[in-house]
């Protein structure tokens, strides 16, 4: 295995820092305090879904740091090696669908929806260099409505991945997109970079919005999908709490219909009690799980979870079958629509200019006589 130049809860911390907006190496007790406090509102927001409004918001506005660091500080860990173990279990089923950087210049693209912190990308880099270093490039298309998670993913980045995975480099975009209203042109955009996609990541997003969106969502999922170019690895973990089962099982309905579906569960618990991928207190005194979970800070104590419950899918997709240049153009024409520079879909300016200008030998054709 790759030895990580530092452990998973170090690296954590810095990115807890950067949401707090702090500049030491540790998060002060004051911090500690707030992002334990925190975290049990963010677990019970999740787990009562509106059921107690008074003690849990029924809904989460990650534009507050507070929301999101107790996010990461809750789920963080668990949700980062969840990719790991997912990616585990379709290796075991059929390892030919797993993509093969090194036959790409040991490169991946990957594009996630409902980005967050993207902190699962650690679990991908995780499988492909445990062994050896078999990814060096990381290309990410990060599909997200909420911009204030940018830069602390890019600490994710700068201190998780790259702070762990030697020689790494990280290529990320970040793409401005609400999956609920029609956002096939901003995705249009990015066009190039998502029709490259290896693997197409949706992790615990869903769960977060109502099923009367479906129909949108689900547009706009198909677009990402019809792009790719290559293979497309779907990978899919949700929730599998009963109150969240509607809003994932129409979702993975549809894949099922349009793709090779390689395992599906609707509800499994996934553990994270022994190695590579162990979560427990590290018995330092001053770790982070020490000062989040422990006793030895005071006020209530959220208890560690070493383990997640997860409805999860992984699906593959072939690209639909090339067709010529000329055909594209003809369909453009009569759509009357036109590609601009950066890939997005414009109307076509009608032709200026008179009847005479466009047909300047109407006079001198040959007429049909009239019967």
Same mark, same amino acid.
């Given at each position: 295995?790759?030895?990580?130049?530092?452990?998973?809860?170090?690296?954590?911390?810095?990115?807890?820092?950067?949401?707090?907006?702090?500049?030491?190496?540790?998060?002060?007790?004051?911090?500690?305090?707030?992002?334990?406090?925190?975290?049990?509102?963010?677990?019970?927001?999740?787990?009562?879904?509106?059921? #107690?409004?008074?003690?849990?918001?029924?809904?989460?506005?990650?534009?507050?740091?507070?929301?999101?660091?107790?996010?990461?500080?809750?789920?963080?860990?668990?949700?980062?090696?969840?990719?790991?173990?997912?990616?585990?279990?379709?290796?075991?089923?059929?390892?030919?669908? &797993?993509?093969?950087?090194?036959?790409?210049?040991?490169?991946?693209?990957?594009?996630?929806?409902?980005?967050?912190?993207?902190?699962?990308?650690?679990?991908?880099?995780?499988?492909?260099?445990?062994?050896?270093?078999?990814?060096?490039?990381?290309?990410?298309?990060?599909?997200?409505?909420?911009?204030?998670?940018?830069?602390?993913?890019?600490?994710?980045?700068?201190?998780?991945?790259?702070?762990? #995975?030697?020689?790494?480099?990280?290529?990320?975009?970040?793409?401005?997109?609400?999956?609920?209203?029609?956002?096939?042109?901003?995705?249009?955009?990015?066009?190039?970079?998502?029709?490259?996609?290896?693997?197409?990541?949706?992790?615990?997003?869903?769960?977060?919005?109502?099923?009367?969106?479906?129909?949108?969502?689900?547009?706009?999922?198909?677009?990402?999908?019809?792009?790719?170019?290559?293979?497309?690895?779907?990978?899919?973990?949700?929730?599998?709490?009963?109150?969240?089962?509607?809003?994932?099982?129409?979702?993975?309905?549809?894949?099922?219909?349009?793709?090779?579906?390689?395992? &599906?569960?609707?509800?499994?618990?996934? #553990?994270?009690?022994?190695?590579?991928?162990?979560?427990?207190?590290?018995?330092?005194?001053?770790?982070?799980?020490?000062?989040?979970?422990?006793?030895?800070?005071?006020?209530?104590?959220?208890?560690?979870?070493?383990?997640?419950?997860?409805?999860?899918?992984?699906?593959?997709?072939?690209?639909?079958?090339?067709?010529?240049?000329?055909?594209?153009?003809?369909?453009?024409?009569?759509?009357?629509?036109?590609?601009?520079?950066?890939?997005?879909?414009?109307?076509?300016?009608?032709?200026?200019?008179?009847?005479?200008?466009?047909?300047?030998?109407?006079?001198?054709?040959?007429?049909?006589?009239?019967?």
């Amino acid at each position: 295995m790759v030895k990580p130049k530092k452990i998973f809860t170090e690296a954590l911390e810095s990115v807890l820092i950067n949401i707090w907006g702090g500049t030491k190496d540790h998060l002060e007790d004051s911090l500690i305090r707030k992002t334990r406090k925190a975290l049990v509102v963010i677990r019970g927001a999740y787990r009562f879904k509106g059921e #107690f409004p008074k003690k849990y918001p029924s809904t989460i506005q990650y534009r507050l740091p507070k929301n999101r660091a107790g996010y990461l500080a809750a789920f963080g860990q668990r949700h980062a090696y969840l990719t790991y173990a997912h990616l585990k279990k379709v290796e075991e089923i059929n390892p030919e669908v &797993i993509p093969k950087p090194e036959e790409n210049r040991d490169e991946l693209v990957i594009t996630t929806l409902g980005a967050g912190a993207a902190i699962e990308t650690y679990g991908i880099c995780f499988f492909y260099n445990e062994d050896s270093q078999r990814l060096r490039k990381l290309r990410l298309n990060l599909v997200d409505k909420v911009d204030a998670w940018i830069p602390n993913r890019h600490t994710v980045f700068d201190k998780l991945l790259k702070g762990t #995975f030697r020689k790494l480099e990280v290529i990320p975009t970040d793409i401005d997109a609400d999956l609920t209203k029609d956002c096939i042109p901003k995705l249009a955009n990015y066009y190039d970079a998502i029709a490259k996609s290896d693997i197409l990541l949706i992790y615990n997003v869903m769960n977060e919005i109502t099923t009367i969106h479906s129909d949108m969502v689900w547009r706009n999922i198909k677009f990402i999908i019809n792009s790719s170019e290559q293979p497309l690895l779907i990978l899919l973990a949700e929730p599998s709490a009963p109150n969240a089962s509607p809003r994932v099982s129409w979702l993975k309905t549809q894949l099922a219909q349009c793709s090779d579906v390689i395992h &599906i569960r609707d509800a499994e618990e996934f #553990f994270f009690d022994s190695e590579p991928l162990c979560i427990d207190f590290e018995n330092t005194g001053i770790g982070l799980n020490d000062r989040l979970f422990g006793q030895t800070m005071d006020g209530s104590k959220p208890q560690l979870i070493s383990s997640l419950k997860r409805t999860h899918m992984a699906c593959r997709i072939e690209p639909q079958s090339p067709i010529s240049m000329e055909q594209v153009l003809k369909q453009f024409a009569m759509l009357k629509i036109r590609r601009g520079e950066k890939g997005r879909f414009l109307k076509q300016t009608s032709p200026q200019g008179t009847f005479w200008d466009k047909y300047p030998d109407w006079l001198e054709a040959p007429r049909t006589p009239k019967s």
